[in-house]
């Protein structure tokens, strides 16, 4: 066996051990110089006829936590514009909307908001924001074409299929529900209920979800069950089943990216960063998007 020397090597690993001791004596931070930024969030969506806008600027804390900081980051004050590319320009009015977590910043937070403004397929939409504090921004967005549903039963299984399309839009939304009237003492109510795409095995209904697939498949049984609990819970009333709403949201590429790092789990394999890094605002951070929105309802009766 022939032997290697090692008088040699041993100058030779001090003098990587020193190199790499050099090496750190810089100075090493996880933080990236801080960038001071607006942050423009807004979905504009054919569900409802008022439009919402947020901004916000960017934030530095002493140490690693943001939740250190205690100073709400809306802005008021700004010049908040939607333009479409058929001439048609909204400008939009500062409101207080309630936040959903009170306990940092206080239950009130600073929005823009503009009514009787509804999106349209086939449109390009720009968003225009000038601060006379923070700068300027903008963003755009071109809507998809307009929402097609349609659906088929099984005859022998009852299996419910819910299908739309939408060219230009990247991602769906399809839910279903069930429309029955309720009689009790006399008195005839009508209602709705979402149908859960299939139950968990400790009975919890699960919801459909964003996803590129532009269909929906709920089984019979899983119709049937829900039924029964919509019978136990309206119980002593009597339900007669009205017929059924297929409802669908078609989000737009930016809409869809936006969910899919904030809500989406394509690998659950891999560690995901529970942080939005999508951003389609020009000069600043956020998001601007847009859903279109279309129903059906088919009668049973």
Same mark, same amino acid.
């Given at each position: 066996? $022939?032997?290697?020397? *090692?008088?040699?090597?041993?100058?030779?690993?001090?003098?990587?051990?020193?190199?790499?001791?050099?090496?750190?004596?810089?100075?090493? $931070?996880?933080?990236?110089?801080?960038?001071?930024?607006?942050?423009?969030?807004?979905?504009?969506?054919?569900?409802?006829?008022?439009?919402?806008?947020?901004?916000?600027?960017?934030?530095?804390?002493? #140490?690693?936590?943001?939740?250190?900081?205690?100073?709400?980051?809306?802005?008021?004050?700004?010049?908040?514009?939607?333009?479409?590319? &058929?001439?048609?320009?909204?400008?939009?009015?500062?409101?207080?909307?309630?936040?959903?977590?009170?306990?940092?910043?206080?239950?009130?937070?600073?929005?823009?908001? +503009?009514?009787?403004?509804?999106? /349209?397929?086939?449109?390009?939409?720009? %968003?225009?924001?000038?601060?006379?504090?923070?700068?300027?921004?903008?963003?755009?967005?071109?809507?998809?074409?307009?929402?097609?549903?349609?659906?088929?039963? =099984?005859?022998?299984?009852?299996?419910? *299929?819910?299908?739309? *399309?939408?060219?230009?839009?990247?991602?769906?939304?399809?839910?279903?529900? %069930?429309?029955?009237?309720?009689?009790? #003492?006399?008195?005839?109510?009508?209602?709705?209920?979402?149908? !859960?795409?299939?139950? $968990?095995? =400790?009975? *919890?209904?699960?919801?459909?979800?964003?996803?590129?697939?532009?269909? @929906?498949?709920?089984?019979?049984?899983?119709?049937?069950?829900?039924?029964?609990?919509?019978?136990?819970?309206?119980? !002593?009333?009597?339900?007669?089943?009205?017929?059924?709403?297929?409802?669908?949201?078609? /989000? =737009?590429?930016?809409?869809?990216?936006?969910?899919?790092?904030?809500?989406?789990?394509?690998?659950? %394999?891999?560690?995901?960063?529970? /942080?939005? &890094?999508?951003?389609?605002?020009?000069? #600043?951070?956020? +998001?601007?998007?847009?859903? %279109?929105?279309?129903? /059906?309802?088919?009668?049973? @009766?």
């Amino acid at each position: 066996m $022939s032997r290697i020397p *090692t008088r040699g090597l041993i100058p030779v690993f001090l003098l990587a051990v020193e190199f790499l001791f050099l090496s750190c004596d810089e100075s090493f $931070s996880p933080k990236a110089p801080f960038e001071e930024k607006l942050v423009v969030f807004s979905l504009l969506t054919a569900a409802r006829d008022t439009q919402y806008v947020v901004v916000s600027r960017t934030y530095d804390v002493e #140490g690693f936590d943001p939740l250190q900081n205690r100073e709400a980051p809306e802005v008021a004050g700004a010049d908040v514009r939607i333009i479409a590319d &058929d001439g048609t320009s909204v400008m939009l009015r500062d409101t207080i909307v309630q936040r959903s977590d009170s306990v940092r910043y206080g239950p009130d937070r600073v929005a823009y908001y +503009v009514p009787s403004f509804r999106i /349209l397929p086939r449109r390009v939409y720009r %968003l225009e924001v000038k601060s006379p504090t923070d700068g300027e921004v903008s963003a755009s967005f071109q809507t998809g074409d307009p929402v097609r549903i349609g659906r088929s039963v =099984d005859v022998e299984t009852q299996d419910f *299929t819910a299908f739309a *399309t939408s060219a230009g839009s990247k991602g769906f939304l399809i839910r279903l529900y %069930l429309v029955y009237r309720v009689t009790s #003492g006399g008195n005839v109510i009508q209602k709705e209920a979402e149908v !859960p795409q299939f139950f $968990s095995r =400790d009975g *919890t209904p699960v919801y459909p979800q964003v996803d590129r697939q532009n269909q @929906l498949v709920i089984y019979g049984d899983v119709i049937l069950r829900f039924k029964a609990r919509i019978a136990a819970q309206e119980a !002593p009333g009597v339900i007669d089943e009205v017929g059924k709403k297929v409802v669908v949201w078609a /989000l =737009d590429a930016n809409a869809y990216n936006y969910y899919q790092i904030v809500r989406g789990f394509n690998d659950p %394999l891999s560690v995901r960063v529970d /942080l939005p &890094d999508y951003s389609n605002i020009e000069g #600043g951070l956020g +998001v601007f998007g847009g859903i %279109l929105a279309d129903s /059906l309802f088919f009668s049973t @009766l």
